[in-house]
């Protein structure tokens, strides 16, 4: 008995390891909604973790059907696809499968349009204007 209350006790100090998360996607270039005064040359989906390359597959389908050239490159906790050089005006979907680090399936969708002519959003200065030091 007295083993029995020694091992209940270290199981109870120690505890049990934490439920891992599977890792998301953070980020996609382009973005989700994002409207493109130019069509893009690839789809970059970076992740929490490093993807696994079994089952990584990343469609992209627009007005004229599939877009998607050759297999994605895993680079790190990247995923980039490849699109073919003719990519029309349109809208377009992103259909994403990954095998997370931990060995889990995980996937999403979204969708991005290319408008040729339209304005690229305003950039964002990384550094403040100097003022002129220029009296008149």
């Known amino acids: 008995m007295a083993l029995l209350a020694v091992l209940t006790t270290v199981v109870l100090a120690v505890g049990t390891a934490p439920a891992q998360a599977h890792d998301g996607l953070v980020r996609s270039t382009?973005?989700?909604?994002?409207?493109?005064?130019?069509?893009?040359?690839?789809?970059?989906?970076?992740?929490?973790?490093?993807?696994?390359p079994l089952g990584t597959q990343v469609l992209v389908t627009g007005p004229g059907g599939t877009v998607s050239a050759g297999a994605p490159e895993i680079r790190g906790t990247s995923v980039?696809?490849?699109?073919?050089?003719?990519?029309?005006?349109?809208?377009?979907?992103?259909?994403?499968?990954?095998?997370?680090?931990?060995?889990?399936?995980?996937?999403?969708?979204?969708?991005?349009?290319?408008?040729?002519?339209?304005?690229?959003?305003?950039a964002v200065p990384t550094q403040p204007v100097a003022a002129s030091a220029d009296p008149g």
């Open 30 to 52: 382009p973005a989700a909604g994002a409207a493109l005064p130019a069509a893009p040359t690839a789809v970059e989906l970076d992740f929490s973790g490093a993807p696994l």
């Open 80 to 122: 980039l696809q490849s699109l073919s050089a003719d990519v029309p005006a349109g809208s377009y979907t992103v259909q994403w499968r990954s095998t997370s680090s931990d060995g889990h399936p995980v996937e999403g969708t979204y969708g991005f349009t290319v408008t040729p002519g339209a304005a690229p959003a305003a």
